[in-house]
Antibody
Framework: EVQLVESGGGLVQPGGSLKLSCAAS????????MHWVRQASGKGLEWVGR??????????AFAASVKGRFTISRDDSKNTAYLQMNSLKTEDTAVYFC??????????WGQGTMVTVSS | QSALTQPASVSGSPGQSITISCTGT?????????VSWYQQRPGKAPKLMIY???NRPSGVSNRFSGSKSGNTASLTISGLQAEDEADYYC??????????FGGGTKLTVL
């Protein structure tokens, strides 16, 4: 079965850090670009960032709102992508989805993991 | 990168057709044929409905179609059904090698 499963969400204080994981199965993870998308409660989707495949030098890119605070990595041997979030702000509170880029679009999505930044 | 512009809401009666617009700039929607559309039901992950402006993934009803003119892309749903009621988002590749979403459109089937 093709699926993505996020984990690692939770409650963190402002200024803190959190690392999310995205475990993939059922498709060739190593050849896929993986993206992170977030959604604050009652709000729209916001693209967070992406990591390309080894063939594309594991290149990363980020939205301006998280650049310099978030990093993305991957471990192809574990079929897992990661989102490291540092210097968290209350406005980072959201459900975080990982998604695969296929067909030049996001064709596989995880169920999301909730991140709450609050004191 | 500013979000793409979508109407906040649209509505239609069963059997009718509706169109949702998605307006960007020449640096995103107008510059590339990498526009996609997603359906999201409450509490669920988004689902890909259209990719590369007008292509449907396997399993998506042919009642869904996409197009683009200049800096504006459009999603049309024909033969509206109650099950189509959901939020819809467009997305585009950008000249900054990033992706951007629209603000989302709530579709109500009357």
């Amino acid at each position: 079965e093709v699926q993505l499963v996020e984990s690692g969400g939770g409650l963190v204080q402002p200024g803190g850090s959190l690392k999310l994981s995205c475990a993939a199965s059922g498709f060739t993870f190593s050849g896929s670009a993986m993206h992170w998308v977030r959604q604050a409660s009652g709000k729209g989707l916001e693209w967070v960032g992406r990591i390309r495949s080894k063939a594309n030098s594991y290149a990363t890119a980020f939205a301006a709102s998280v650049k310099g605070r978030f990093t993305i990595s991957r471990d192809d041997s574990k079929n897992t992508a990661y989102l490291q979030m540092n210097s968290l702000k209350t406005e980072d509170t959201a459900v975080y989805f990982c998604t695969r880029l296929g067909f030049d679009a996001f064709d596989i999505w995880g169920q999301g993991t909730m991140v709450t930044v609050s004191s | 990168q500013s979000a793409l512009t979508q109407p906040a809401s649209v509505s239609g009666s069963p059997g009718q057709s509706i169109t949702i617009s998605c307006t960007g700039t020449s640096s995103d929607v107008g510059g590339y044929n990498y526009v996609s559309w997603y359906q999201q039901r409450p509490g669920k992950a988004p689902k890909l409905m259209i990719y590369d402006v007008s292509n449907r993934p396997s399993g998506v009803s042919n009642r869904f179609s996409g197009s683009k003119s200049g800096n504006t892309a459009s999603l049309t749903i024909s033969g509206l059904q109650a099950e189509d009621e959901a939020d819809y988002y467009c997305s585009s590749y950008t000249s900054s090698y990033t992706r951007v979403f629209g603000g989302g459109t709530k579709l109500t089937v009357l």
